[in-house]
C-alpha cells in the first residue's frame, strides 16, 4: 500500500483507515472528495501553452487622420513549457516536497524583438525549484519559484543601464501563471473535508498575464459539473469563469524591480487602464489518480491606453488569452 496525499487527507478529513479506493467510495456519502495524490519518486510531466492574440485600435474615436498610419495592428505570441514534477518526499504527517524542473520554454511571436533576441522566459529552462504541498494541494511554500522568477526577471533587461533600464518584452508572467497557480482548482475547494456535489461552486483567484507591464487579478467562480466515466477511472469535469477583480494578493510574485522603460509599442503607450474582463474555462480531475488531465482556460479583457507628448486620442488594447494544460 503506497502512501499517498490522498490516503492522509481522507484520514485526517474523514477518519477512515485502509486503502484509498475504499475511503473514497465511503467519501461519496458526503460528496466526491478531490484531493491532489502523488507517489514518492514518480514523476508527472505536463505541457502549458500560454497564446495571446493582442489587437490595438490606435483612434477608437476616430480623432486622427489615417493618413501615414495604421489605424489597428494584430500581434500574436506565444509560450510552450514542459515541466516535469517529482515528489522526492512525501509526508504522511505534514508537507510533500515536489521538485519542479523545466524541460523546455519556447517563445514565438508575429512581430516584436528580432529573433536574435532570447525571450527572458526561455532561461528557465533546465532550471529546477522545490514546492511544499499540503494534503489538498495547497502550495504552502513557493520560496524557490519566487526567488527564480526575480532571476529570471533580471534577464528580461538589456545590458548597460548608462541610459536608464529597458526591458524587452517577455512571458515570464505567463509562466507564473502555470506554475503559482498548480492544482488551484482542487486546493481552493473550501468545504474539502465534506466534499464537492455536481452543480457546487467554490471561488478563487488567478492572474492575469498581459503584453504590458500591469498586475491584475480575475476573480474564479469554479463549479463541479459532474463526474463522468473514463478508461481512466471517474473525472470530475470542472469548469470555471473568470472575471475581473479589484485586488490583487501581495504575496503574488513580482518578477521586476526598480524603475525601468519597456521596449516596442508597450513601451511607447502608458496609462493603461483595464475595463472589462469574462471568459470560462473546463478542467478533467481524474478522482482515482488525485491528477489533473487537462485543463483550458479563455479570456478576453479590453484595455485603455494613452498616448504620450500630449496627444488626446486614447488607443484600445483588446487581449485574447488562452492557457492549456495536458498531462503527457
Known amino acids: 500500500m503506497r502512501t499517498t496525499l490522498t490516503m492522509l487527507t481522507l484520514a485526517v478529513f474523514l477518519g477512515l483507515a ?49 493618413a501615414g498610419g495604421k489605424s489597428s495592428e494584430i ?19 505534514g508537507l510533500t516536497t515536489i521538485e519542479a524542473t523545466c524541460k523546455s520554454a519556447k517563445v514565438t511571436r508575429s512581430k516584436g524583438p528580432s529573433s536574435s533576441v532570447k525571450d527572458a522566459v526561455e532561461y528557465f529552462t533546465g532550471r529546477s525549484f522545490i514546492l511544499k504541498v499540503g494534503p489538498t494541494g495547497k ?28 526591458k524587452e518584452p517577455d512571458m ?17 475547494i473550501d468545504t474539502a473535508a465534506d466534499g464537492v456535489s455536481p452543480g457546487q461552486t467554490w471561488k478563487s483567484q ?10 491584475k487579478a ?4 469554479y463549479k463541479l459539473d459532474e463526474i463522468r466515466q473514463s478508461e481512466k477511472g471517474p473525472v470530475a469535469v470542472i469548469s470555471s469563469s473568470y472575471s475581473l477583480a ?17 521596449s516596442g509599442t508597450f513601451g511607447f503607450l502608458s496609462g493603461y487602464r483595464l475595463l472589462s474582463l469574462q471568459g470560462s474555462g473546463e478542467e478533467l480531475f481524474n478522482v482515482e489518480t488525485g491528477q489533473s488531465e487537462q485543463y483550458n482556460q479563455q479570456y478576453e479583457m479590453k484595455i485603455q491606453a494613452a498616448i504620450p507628448m500630449g496627444i488626446s486620442v486614447q488607443p484600445l488594447v483588446t487581449v485574447k488569452q488562452s492557457i492549456t494544460a495536458n498531462l503527457l
Do not use: H
Open 18 to 66: 485502509g486503502c484509498t479506493s475504499s475511503a473514497r467510495k465511503a467519501s461519496k456519502e458526503k460528496g466526491n472528495i478531490l484531493t491532489v495524490d502523488f507517489e514518492q519518486g514518480k514523476s508527472l510531466q505536463y505541457r502549458f501553452v500560454t497564446r495571446r492574440e493582442v489587437s490595438i485600435e490606435w483612434d477608437p474615436e476616430k480623432k486622427m487622420s489615417k
Open 75 to 93: 500581434i500574436i505570441e506565444s509560450l510552450d513549457i514542459v515541466m516535469a514534477y517529482t515528489p522526492t518526499e512525501v509526508d504522511p504527517l
Open 139 to 166: 502550495i504552502e511554500d513557493y520560496s524557490q519559484l519566487d526567488a527564480l522568477i526575480k532571476e529570471v526577471g533580471e534577464k528580461a533587461f538589456r545590458p548597460g543601464a548608462d541610459r536608464g533600464r529597458t
Open 172 to 188: 515570464i508572467c505567463d509562466f507564473v501563471s502555470t506554475q503559482w497557480f498548480l492544482w488551484d482548482s482542487v486546493s481552493s
Open 206 to 215: 488567478l492572474s492575469v498575464p498581459a503584453p504590458m507591464v500591469m498586475r
Open 218 to 221: 480575475r476573480d474564479v467562480v
Open 246 to 262: 479589484e485586488t490583487v494578493p501581495a504575496s503574488w510574485p513580482i518578477p521586476y524591480s526598480g524603475t525601468f522603460q519597456m
